[in-house]
């Protein structure tokens, strides 16, 4: 017995404590990985791994105690299903743990990975939960089909535990606490709020006050107009740091025609972004949205900087959109190279010339284009 | 004391149940058809009926599902239990009889007009003045009857149940008044009195304790009398009834903005929402408590006995939504939460689960009660219940899964600072959850059908009892009570005080945060810059509203970075003071629209109308082309201008006659526009017309105050 009880401590311990551990790790991880974020899923998710890990243990425990119990009744050896009830609950423990691992090592690029990982994990703990609870079931049910004359005097840790934090009184000594009430034969029992009900209820409050007192008193906490100044500066410095690590940015000022093998990641960005106003073919079509791409006409300049410049910042009042904060400036530099490159193609269907005639021919393999960009107004 | 002999009658349960089953059946049908218009929008139809796409048909599920299929509901189960409780016939017949039939033709009102495009545009509040003044007189009636049951009673004191009906009923009709406060126009059109955020307010004060006084309060009366009569256990704890009724009731009233965190509302507002939401948890746990307790020593009837399991689900299902809910109301989850699937996850768990199997469960119950007889089939009820239990599990794990995706997607950003991902692309990913969550709430409703079919068979088997005879003793006038009984038995004695008490504590939560909202000023700092919508744009606005729009598509771009970078500068509270009512919406199937204004050219909306997949190839927006055949309701212009006017929107005196002019003259400049630059040629009276100047016009007049 006592072997049993030093078993069920180291268990409770590790369980106990595995949320600590994750917590523990998580505090520094989110450190790292988003200061300023505010909107962290990972915590939230390993906030719920890690409660769910409660009644995993519970429902792991009945699992252990209805299997012992089944195997007592049916008078078969019950250390087999002990253990392997033990090791089930010991590995998932360990994979829980593992699974944490990631989070440590992570980088703002792959939390995304992480939270995918963690949602795996609730997803193998519910089910866990899910397979003890109706494995209990089923031998407890069994169990009871055997038993003759269930003894009532041998309750299990758990029952007694259960009993306890509820404050349960026995079903048999119930006529103590009946109200005398009696609507429409609906009878009511005057049992004492569960314990934990009333110091969870506390709890709650205690959080509203904190909470309110650090938003609104101390003002320790940032509210939404000053988490959003953080994100922002925070998004700037981490897109600074990369771009210090990038060759050959390239903007308006610098482009230049690409080569062919650019020129055909260009022409994947047109099909994604850009035929719905000016066509498959870049010729647009008669009563189209977007002027044709393919003559020589062109209201804001024909040239690669022209491009460039219309497409990153739009002529919004004529319904170009601005794509500089969906496309990157490498996107854009391929998105102008194939626009020059379709220059001429004259498709079949295309929409009548608009602007001014723009007599310049480029080639693709023509990297030395002439500053074209005209002042505009 | 000589015993009185009284007869409940049976008549207005077996009504109510019968309404309550169909108008379940076609909330949920509505519900499985506009399921998959989203997965499939050519099932919109809107060819051939402008009232059968999603912006129209969502409303009247929504609707149908909560006032007709949940309103019914409760009206079964305070005809059946009220009577009982009290030892009393309900007070009057007649006036059962008004409700009854008011109540249905409310509800065929309600649809007919939502059908039409008769909307107010707040949500679960969409009905017009008429229909609002119609369920007004309704609910007195049926006030009324109870409260005259009430005082006739032969029983002293009042059971937990009733509090709970007493509480829900003033409180929805305080919380149905007060938010439908609106400027008649026509017959069938009305301007909130509010404006911009303290509409936002004032509609989820409202839309929120609609599901907790609508959905939530009453249903925890039912389950106080049909679980302990079902399992025929005493009732757990009797002060935790009383502690957990009054702590909700209190609490509950204070969540309304956990709704709008993140928005223009004020922060000390969205703060108060957070912090009541947490404490809401273990009150709204006492009741689940309390019926998950009171069948101790029961649960081997469980197994057995089918509306026993639905019970189960019913109350665990309701434990589930109000531990969720509040996890929702903290603002980093709510900042994936909103906007997004889970909010649509987390209501069906409630309404699926929690109104849905208590229901069910009640009507197993209850249909053999009162056709004398057992229920036909307990195995297919059993069967009923794995079915939806499996529909609940379908519908709302691709909505969790869904919502996930969509806000790995949303906040993706390159290490060069650009989106990963168009709104489309996110679409077009979660669409296969949207057909996984149509065949979960197919399998639901499939459930429902054996459930008819199993009570039409129970029914036939037996026969209808018309009146049942009961007798009781009258109370006497002096009441001696004894010593030592609880504090809490006087106002259990006194149904007016409880009423009066009711009404205080759930006044207090509303109206701390309704008044600074509506008299300091410093809430919404003025935008100089921010004019009244022209003519043109207030039709075009109208044309939004009527066809539901809002629906799915938010005006409330929340402060954060990837919304800013998708949408533009985030929304400010001064941009919505002529904003009656307001648009903000709750759900973004599509993208959000705060910012629209200017983004694209005339020509791409006026196609992107015709054909949403033609300017955004993968769209799942139901193309509208019936705004290119109507003609805009000038003969409105005059009297929606007045309106406005009457509400403080700042139009010059005497504006009304010269409106139309206005009206006529914008919309030429959009249909020249039209044609010089695209070659499109429409006539500039069509309702195209009218919605293009609105939607230019939507957040763009920030960008011309004066930078400081």
Known sequence: MTQNNIKKITLSCITIVAPIFIFGQQVTTQAAVTQANGIDLNSVLLFVAAFLLIPLYITGNTFIFAAKKYATDTKKESSTLKKTGTLILLFFCYQALQAQLPATNATPSDTDWTAWIITIVIVLESLLIVIFSSQSLKFISRSSVDDSQPSVAKNSWLQNFWNKINSFKPIAEESDIDTGHSYDGIRELDNITPPWFATGFALTIIFAAIYLYRYHVSKSAPLQSEEYKIEMAQ???????????????????????????????????????????????????????????????????????????????????????????QLSSTQIAQLASFIRSINGSNPANAKEPQGELYSEVITATDTTVKDTTKLKK | MSLEKFYYDNKFPKLFAIACIFWGTVGMLLGV??????????????????????????????????????????????????????KTPMWSKKLGAIHFWGWQFIIVCAAVSLLMGFTTGKEYAELE????????????????????????????????????????????????????????????????????????????????NAVAFFLTTPYLG???????????????????????????????????????????????????????????????WGGMLNGLFTLRGAWDKVREEPVLKFFVVAVTCYGMSTFEGPMLALKNVNAIS???????????????????????????????????????????????????????????????????????????????????????????????????????????????????????????????????????????????????????????????????????????????????????????????????????????????????????????????RYEVARYGEYSKAGEFVYDHPFQWGSKRTGPDLARIGGKYGDAWHFNHMLEPSSMSPGSIMPSYPSLFA?????????????????MGVPYPEGYEANANSDLEAQAKTIADNLSANNKITISSDKEIIALIGYLQRVGKDIKLEPKK
């Open chain 1, 235 to 325: 998004a700037e410095q981490d897109k600074a740091k990369y771009m210090a690590t990038q060759t050959n940015n390239v903007d308006e000022n610098t482009v230049t025609m690409l080569s062919t093998s650019e020129i055909e990641k260009g022409k994947k960005t047109f099909t994604e972004k850009c035929i719905a106003c000016h066509a498959a073919n870049g010729g647009s079509m008669p009563g189209g949205v977007g002027p044709n791409l393919t003559d020589s006409y062109w209201i804001h300049g024909g040239g690669i900087k022209d491009i460039f410049k219309s497409i990153k910042y739009g002529w919004v009042e004529k319904g170009m959109i601005s794509w500089k904060d």
């Open chain 2, 222 to 284: 039912l389950m106080y009398y049909f679980l302990p009569k079902a399992a025929d256990r005493p009732v757990y704890s009797y002060r935790l009834s009383i502690l957990h009724f009054w702590s909700l009731i209190f609490l509950y009233i204070w969540a309304g903005p956990h709704h709008l965190l993140y928005t223009a509302l004020p922060d000390w507002a969205q703060s108060l929402g957070t912090a009541f939401s947490i404490m809401l948890i273990l009150p709204s």
């Open chain 2, 338 to 560: 909103h906007y997004s699937d889970w909010t649509v996850a987390h209501v069906h768990i409630g309404a699926l689960g929690w109104n849905g199997f208590l229901t069910f469960g009640m009507m197993y119950w209850l249909i053999p009660k009162l056709f004398n007889t057992t229920l036909y089939s307990k195995k297919l009820a059993s069967t009923h219940f794995w079915i939806g239990t499996l529909g609940i599990l379908l519908y709302a794990v691709p909505m969790y899964w869904s919502s996930f995706r969509s806000y790995f997607m949303m906040k993706a950003f390159t290490p060069e600072g650009q989106l990963q991902y168009q709104f489309i692309d996110i679409v077009q990913t979660i669409i296969p959850f949207y057909v996984m969550r149509a065949i979960g709430g197919t399998i639901f409703l499939t459930g429902v059908i054996l459930m008819i079919y199993n009570l039409i068979k129970t029914a036939k088997s037996g026969s209808f009892v018309r009146e049942e005879e009961a007798e009781a003793a009258p109370l006497v006038k002096e009441y001696q009570a004894p010593s030592g009984s609880m504090w809490h038995s006087v106002i259990e004695r006194k149904p007016i005080l409880l009423l009066v008490l009711s009404l205080v504590v759930v006044g207090i939560g509303g109206l701390v945060e309704l008044i600074p909202t509506f008299l300091v000023k410093e809430n919404i700092p003025t935008i100089s810059s921010v004019k009244p919508y022209t003519p043109l744009e207030l039709q075009g606005r109208d044309i939004y509203i009527r066809e539901g729009c809002y629906n799915c598509h938010s005006q409330m771009i929340r402060p954060f």
């Open chain 2, 129 to 208: 003045w008429p229909i609002d003044i119609m369920i007004t007189l309704i609910w007195v009636v049926f006030g009324f009857n109870m409260f005259a049951t009430i005082l006739t009673r032969r029983e002293r004191h009042l059971y937990v149940a009733i509090w709970f009906f007493i509480a829900s009923w003033v409180t929805v009709a305080m919380l149905h008044i007060v938010n439908s406060i609106e400027f008649p126009v026509s017959m069938m059109k009305s301007y909130s009195w509010y404006a911009g955020v303290q509409d936002a307010l004032v509609q989820w004060w409202y839309g929120h």
């Open chain 2, 33 to 86: 058809i506009i399921a998959f218009q989203l997965a499939f929008p050519i099932l919109n139809f809107s060819e051939y009926f402008p009232h059968l796409a999603f912006g129209r048909l969502r409303p009247v599920h929504t609707n149908a599902v909560i006032f007709a299929f949940v309103g019914n509901g409760i009206f079964t189960g305070i005809y059946y239990a009220l009577p009982r409780l009290l």
């Open chain 2, 630 to 646: 109507n003609l805009i309701e000038k003969g409105s212009t005059n009297s929606k201008i007045h309106a406005m006017r009457k």
